[in-house]
């Protein structure tokens, strides 16, 4: 019944933005700390951005790979976590997966979330 859907993914080239929806059914993530994770191909998963519940501050915090280049948001009222990627390189081709924890603070472990997405497609051309 929980469940997490990501949306937006797609064929870009390098340079060009991408702008990923994360849209969540069955409970509210108000509370939730909420995270993107990528998985290229041929390679474990990775923590892309992290952004916090109500409670925790606002903060967010992010990879060194993406850090400057890509933004994590939410809109609580939708019940929706964004993740604005600008100037995409070949290196961000991966999946994308959408994650929510129990906690309402800042983390970036794939143990710390409860809930997942089944992931969108980003792939990166040149």
């Known amino acids: 019944q929980v469940q997490l859907v990501e949306t937006g993914g797609g064929l870009a080239q390098a340079g060009e933005s991408l702008r990923l929806v994360c849209t969540g059914s069955?409970?509210?993530?108000?509370?939730?700390?909420m995270a993107w994770f990528r998985q290229a191909p041929g390679k474990g998963r990775e923590f892309v951005a992290s952004?916090?519940?109500?409670?925790?501050?606002?903060?967010?915090w992010y990879s060194d790979s993406v850090r400057g280049r890509f933004t994590i948001s939410r809109d609580n009222a939708k019940n929706t976590v964004y993740l604005q990627m600008d100037r995409l390189k070949g290196d961000d081709t991966a999946v994308y997966y959408c994650?929510?924890?129990?906690?309402?603070?800042?983390?970036?472990?794939?143990?710390?979330?409860?809930?997942w997405g089944l992931g969108t497609q980003v792939t990166v051309s040149s």
């Open positions: 994650a929510g924890g129990n906690s309402n603070e800042i983390a970036t472990t794939e143990n710390r979330f409860d809930y």
């Open positions: 069955g409970r509210t993530f108000r509370y939730s700390v």
């Open positions: 952004i916090p519940g109500v409670g925790a501050g606002d903060n967010p």
